[in-house]
């Protein structure tokens, strides 16, 4: 700016102070009215951070829970065929021990009568083949009984199991406030506008 400018800029303000303090007076101002600005969108912009962090939270817990559901349904099944198939073993087992046990009467039945055992002899041999297969078959009957046994033990251990990892997963999610946002706002907005005036206030004194 050239002389004769800088001299036209202070005779409008009386006196080079008084230009300066004009100058420094629209600066405040203007830095004020931009804190301002800033303190009411400051809430609004890390309330809108919040919401999109909560979202993403309760998306994954969703996906996380599904996850879980599925897992627990395919353990459950994965029991089930694993007692089914012991089961059915057994029972083969079972069915075979009266296929030979009839197979072993009708030896012992045919033997003795070569050799000319009847009466309480024969029904004698034949009673103890008959408790022979029968102390094998309540013996698969037991295992049987106890495989039952750990089968609901183990679905119900699984479902315990599926509800402590369902209860970490759902952990409650902050969700912001838009009504404290807005207050925090207004607050701001307030606290600025109480400034600007006190300042402007101390100029004019």
Do not use: W
């Amino acid at each position: 700016m050239c002389f004769p400018a800088i001299g036209a800029a202070i005779a409008g303000y009386g006196s080079a102070a008084a230009a300066v303090q004009a100058g420094a007076s629209t600066l405040g101002l203007g830095l004020l009215g931009a804190g301002t600005v800033a303190s009411v969108a400051s809430p609004l912009v890390s309330y809108a951070g919040q919401r999109q962090q909560a979202k993403a939270q309760a998306k994954h817990q969703a996906q996380a829970a599904a996850a879980e559901r599925q897992r627990f349904a395919q353990e459950q099944t994965a029991i089930r065929i694993q007692e089914a198939q012991k089961q059915k073993a057994a029972g083969e087992e079972l069915a075979d021990i009266a296929r030979r046990t009839e197979g072993a009467l009708g030896t012992a039945t045919a033997i003795a009568a070569n050799r000319g055992i009847t009466g309480l002899s024969l029904e004698a041999l034949r009673d103890d083949i008959t408790r022979q297969a029968g102390g094998v078959q309540f013996r698969i009957a037991q295992q049987q009984g106890m495989g039952e046994v750990a089968t609901a033990m183990g679905l119900e251990q699984a479902g315990f199991a599926t509800t402590q990892r369902q209860i970490g997963i759902a952990k409650p999610i902050s969700r912001p406030s838009l009504t404290l946002a807005g207050l925090q706002s207004l607050s701001g907005g307030i606290q600025s506008y109480t400034a600007g005036r006190s300042y402007r206030a101390s100029l004019e004194a």
